[in-house]
Structure formats: C-alpha cells, structure tokens
C-alpha cells in the first residue's frame, strides 16, 4: 500500500460516498438505521460485520439496487434516489454471485458489461485487451465464462465491473469461496485500482483482507458502531486483532438478542 | 447527439447481441424454435379431429339383393361409414363391436327389397357403439342421411319425378370440411402463446436467478433498451415458428393462405407485445424458473380451453365465453382463421384487432410497471 493512495480527500472533489441518516427497512426488519458514513476518493474502505448487520443492503443502497427508506446516500456527487442513472455511469459493482453469463465467453462476457456502458469500436478493443492482460485472463478468452474456476471467475466478474473505468467500485464479499492464491491476486489488482485513483468499497469475512482497508467501518444489527482506521478501531474495542474485535461484536449481538 | 448516433449507441444493441449468442448456445431453444412447431403441427394437425368420419361398419345383409346393395352404397357415400366387411349373423355383430373391429353395424332385413318393391315402408336396422357420444352422432347422422336420400331415390324412381326439394349445402372455406383446416391456424397461436409467456417469462426470471438481472440493474442500461433487448429475440423466433407452421401446414395439410400474409404478420405484432405482457408479468412474479413455469402453464390452460382453438366459443356456457374475451388468442384466432381460410382483409378484421390492441397496451402497461430497476 503506497502513502499517495492515503485517505486524503482529492482537492475539489466531493466524497466518493456520503450518506446522512440513511435507513432502510423490510416491513417490520430495519436492515440499516441512521447510517452517517463518508468514504474519500482513493480510499480502499472495509466493511465489516456478522451476517444479517446490513453490509449487502448498505451497498445495494449505494449502488441504486435499493431504494433507502430514509436518509440521503450521494455517491461520487450524484444522489443515488434523485438521480440514479448518473451514479451508474461513474461506479462498478461486483457482487457476490459475479453476474457472469456463463453460456458467454470470456471475452463475450467484458465486451457485453463494455458495450452496455457506452464503449464502442477501437476504444472498446484496446480497453479490452489491456483489460484482458492486466488480470491475465487473454489465453482463456475464448473459454465459456462457466467453465473457469472459481477464483477465475472472480477475475472476470472484476474485470466486467471494471471495464469502465468506474470512479468508485463496491466489491460485495468478492473472495467469498476462492483459495488464497486467488485472494492475494485479487487483492494487488484491487491495490493497483486504488492507486489509479479507484475509490474502493469492500466488505469481507476475512481479518486479513479488513487488515488491508486504510479505513474501517463496523456494522452491527445495522448501527455503525466502530470506524477508523485498523489502529483507531483496535484501541477503540480495546483488542489485540480486528479478529478479536469481530468476535467481540458478535458476542454482544447475541448477548443483546437473548 | 443526431437520433441516428442515439440509434447507434443505444445500450439496447449489446442487449440484443447477447441474447442472440445466448439463443445460439441454448439447444433447448433450438430444439423449440424448430422441434416445437412440428410437434405441435403434427400433434393438432392430425390428432385432433372433432368430425367423426369413417367409422369402421359391419353390414349384415340378409336380403342380398341390388335394393340392399343400394342402401349400403348410399351409407358408404355419405364419407361416415367405411364398410370393412359382411358379417352372417347377430353373433357376428357383438362380436364385431365387443372386440373394437367395428364402431357401427348395418342390419338389412330379409324382407326389405320385397317391400320396397311392393310400395310398403321397408326398414334397416343401424346399431351403433354409443360409448363415445361424439362418434355415435356421427353415426346417427349419417344414418339418418342415408335414409333420407334413398328414401327420395325410391320415391323418385318409383313416381318417374323429380324430387320436389334437392337442399344443396355449401361448406364455405372448408368445403371438405376437416379438422385440420380449422385447427392448424389456431397451432401458430398457441405456439405464440408458449413462446413468448413461458420461454420468454422463464428468460427474465433465469437472469433473475443467475444473479446477472442484479448486475444489470446496476448498469447505466435504461429499462426500455433493457427488456427491449430480451424481448425481441423471441419476437423473431415467434416469426419463425409461425411461418415455419404456415409452410409445413400448407405441405402437409394443405392449410389454404388466401389473405395477404404481410397483413397477417402485422397485425401479428399486438398478439405478440399482449402475449410478452403475460410473460413479463409471470416473470415480475415467479422467484425461479420453475414458478414461471407454473405460471405459464396455468395461462396456457385457459388459452387453449376458452379460446376457441379447439372447442366453438359459441357452445360455452356464459361465464366461460367472458373469460375467452380476456384472452388475446381469441382475438388473434378470429384474425388467423379470417386470413388464412376466408382471405378477409383489414376492414373484416378490425375489431378483433382493436382488441388485441386494447389488450396488448393494458397487459405491457401492467407488466412494464412492475417491471422496475431495482430489487426490492
């Protein structure tokens, strides 16, 4: 992690994300609940917390995937209620389940996600190829996208979600089930994003990728309840590792559900 | 931006182009752009026949004489009857009609030429298998027919004169009046009922499941060019389907075209979008692609029921008839039937096309509104 790619916020530039008293609610589960959180351009930003603490409803509300109950969300400078269309030009998303077409090859797959975000002829073809050889995936370009292994299909859901050179990317447990060899490739791609200037939203079970976020933010039953960098969230939970802090939060979640 | 560039540019193309690739990849829309109609065709075409002809006949003639040979020939004429053999005795009727070797038996007394001849009213004897309600009217019918004619034969020859009624019966647009005419127009809607509800519904639902709707939602792909893209892809393989079936049906069954088939496409267009409708619909609600499924076959029910594909609209009780009214195939059957085999043209049709209009905008309004850009 270089010092330039440091949680300053870019001169002139609004944050990547800034959301005011964000909520959402399904029927009677309030999923996230008055969510005050601000991400600075260039940061690479982990969300951390147990299941059900609203981490995948934080971002599909970032991402205009939800519509928030409440509260304000603008990211990269555009409302996501007021003006959705405009976010999604500027921000990339992967989630979870890659959103890969797995009867389409792999080149098919980046040219499709390129295409449908306004890339057309010698500018499509070179983004393409430098694409395809950034994550190494050239010689498999003809391959059927659902006969890649695991961790290649994470390649190429990134390199779908990136084709555009998104401003801000929200990565939605992206290493879920891949080996590590796989997590560390993904990961210094994930760096060299940032360091172009890609501000990056993560969230993860894994304390090794949290202890790779310049900054933290701690969900719990859909609170913000920790955030900072590793060092200010270590001394806040009073903890020797973000593990322990993990495992902390999980023991009052149940403690204040029984 | 010139419309033209706005045309060039639309992120309904990588859509489209997708889809197609899909479409090419997946046998089992091969198999059902292709496979389907014929299927269908020859499964309608020839299985379903609602006239009753040629029931197997036995004939026990125990007059043998040229009056008896006369009435089984006028039987054999009227097209309900094949004679398949003589048999000698009562026994040999049950036996006949027990094992299934014969549907109908023709009893001729021994007497009945001696009356004929002598003037007095001479009497034949029809048994026919009533298991079946809809053979044995064919039987009866015919029957009765047959009795009819000679009968006025007999006087005619009998009196030197004229008969004093011939009632001559055309059969307008079928004259042979078969089946197959009437229901082989009907296959190209059902078959673009199947398509674009249940193959196009389990389409979108498939994205939905696979992950890759979610994906898309968060593209800068407008809704238009979203479903546009998914759409007409199936809209072109309807195309192919229908005339792939006017073109077997022609050569197999000898289905007339008499009207203008580019009207026939066009006014194609609003059963399509209405029948994409339901499909969209179906797919606004079913989580996976079984549900759609489901949903589809639950449409198709009706459709094939209430519609008058098969069974006269005019012989439903009331209720059922208001239901058919909701349904686009029976608009879409009245312009199939009234091209195809009446050769009518637009002023004929313009009703049922108001409807299919009317319907088409109402169930794509519904459907589109549901249809929305995100996910919860």
């Keep these: 992690m270089s010092s330039s790619a440091a949680a300053a916020p870019a001169a002139g530039l609004p944050p990547a994300v800034e959301?005011?008293?964000?909520?959402?609610?399904?029927?009677?589960?309030?999923?996230v609940d008055r969510l005050d959180l601000t991400i600075h351009r260039g940061e690479v930003f982990g969300l951390l917390g147990p299941n059900g603490s609203g981490k995948t409803t934080t971002i599909r509300m970032l991402c205009g995937l939800l519509t928030p109950s409440a509260g304000t969300a603008v990211v990269v400078g555009h409302d996501v209620a007021a003006d959705p269309e405009a976010v999604r030009m500027r921000i990339g998303y992967m989630s979870q389940r890659y959103g890969l077409y797995d009867d389409l090859t792999v080149d098919e797959n980046i040219k499709f996600y390129a295409t449908v975000y306004g890339l057309h002829g010698r500018a499509r073809t070179e983004r393409l190829e430098a694409h395809m050889r950034d994550i190494g995936i050239t010689e498999f370009r003809s391959k059927l996208a659902g006969t890649l292994s695991g961790g290649w299909k994470q390649r190429l859901a990134l390199a779908c979600a990136t084709a555009h050179e998104p401003e801000m990317l929200?990565?939605?447990?992206?290493?879920?089930?891949?080996?590590?060899?796989?997590?560390?490739?993904?990961?210094?791609?994930?760096?060299?994003?940032?360091?172009?200037?890609?501000?990056?939203?993560?969230?993860?079970?894994?304390?090794?990728?949290?202890e790779?976020?310049?900054?933290?933010?701690?969900?719990?039953?859909?609170?913000?309840?920790?955030?900072?960098?590793?060092?200010?969230?270590?001394?806040?939970?009073k903890q020797p590792t973000i593990e322990d802090v993990f495992i902390e939060l999980q023991r009052r979640d149940e403690g204040a559900a029984a | 931006m010139t419309v033209i560039q706005r045309l060039r540019y639309s992120r309904f193309w990588p859509m489209l182009w997708k889809e197609f690739i899909q479409m090419r990849r997946d046998r089992l829309t091969f198999l059902m752009m292709t496979g389907l109609p014929a299927i269908q065709l020859l499964l309608f075409g020839y299985a379903i026949q609602t006239d009753v002809r040629h029931l197997k006949t036995v004939v026990l003639d125990e007059s043998r004489t040229a009056e008896s040979r006369a009435l089984v020939t006028v039987m054999a004429n009227t097209g309900n009857f094949d004679v398949i053999g003589q048999v000698a005795n009562r026994d040999g009727i049950r036996i006949a009609i027990e094992n299934g070797e014969a549907n109908?038996?023709?009893?001729i007394?021994?007497?009945?030429?001696?009356?004929?001849m002598r003037g007095r009213t001479a009497t034949a004897q029809m048994i026919v298998d009533a298991a079946d309600p809809q053979s044995s009217a064919a039987a009866i019918s015919g029957a009765?027919?047959?009795?009819?004619?000679r009968a006025t034969q007999i006087v005619g020859e009998r009196l030197s004169i004229a008969p004093p009624l011939d009632?001559?019966?055309?059969?307008?647009?079928?004259?042979?009046?078969?089946s197959a005419v009437f229901i082989v127009p009907g296959?190209?809607?059902?078959?673009?009922?199947?398509t674009m509800t249940l193959i196009a519904g389990i389409a979108v639902v498939r994205e939905r499941e696979r992950g890759t709707l979610e994906q898309l939602v968060v593209t800068p792909i407008g809704k238009t060019s979203l479903m546009l893209g998914k759409l007409i892809p199936f809209v072109v393989v309807g195309y192919v389907q229908m005339t792939v079936v006017m073109g077997l049906g022609k050569l197999i069954f000898d289905i007339p075209v008499r009207g203008s088939v580019i009207l026939l496409y066009a006014l194609t267009v609003p059963f399509i979008v209405a029948s994409l409708g339901v499909g969209l619909f179906i797919s606004t609600f079913a989580r996976n692609q079984g549900q759609a499924m489901q949903l589809a076959f639950f449409f198709m029910l009706p459709n094939i029921l209430l519609s008058g594909y098969i069974f006269p609209r005019m012989a439903m009780p009331e209720p059922a008839q208001w239901i058919g009214l909701a349904l686009p195939l029976t608009y879409y059957l009245k312009v199939l039937r009234g091209i195809l085999l009446k050769g009518v043209g637009f002023g004929e049709l313009w009703r049922p096309t108001a409807a299919l209009v009317a319907l088409a905008l109402v169930l794509l309004a519904v459907s589109v509104r549901r249809f929305t850009k995100t996910i919860d």
């Design chain 1, 19 to 31: 959301t005011v008293g964000l909520r959402k609610t399904f029927g009677p589960l309030v999923a």
């Design chain 1, 170 to 210: 929200f990565l939605d447990e992206p290493t879920a089930g891949v080996d590590p060899a796989a997590r560390r490739a993904f990961w210094t791609s994930i760096y060299d994003l940032a360091a172009r200037g890609t501000t990056i939203l993560v969230t993860t079970h894994y304390m090794d990728e949290a």
């Design chain 1, 212 to 237: 790779r976020c310049q900054r933290l933010a701690f969900l719990s039953r859909g609170h913000l309840i920790g955030l900072g960098t590793v060092k200010e969230i270590l001394a806040q939970f």
């Design chain 2, 104 to 107: 109908a038996a023709l009893v």
């Design chain 2, 109 to 116: 007394p021994p007497d009945y030429a001696r009356d004929v």
């Design chain 2, 144 to 149: 009765q027919l047959a009795a009819q004619v």
């Design chain 2, 167 to 178: 009632m001559r019966v055309r059969p307008w647009f079928n004259p042979a009046q078969r």
């Design chain 2, 187 to 194: 296959v190209i809607g059902i078959l673009l009922t199947i």
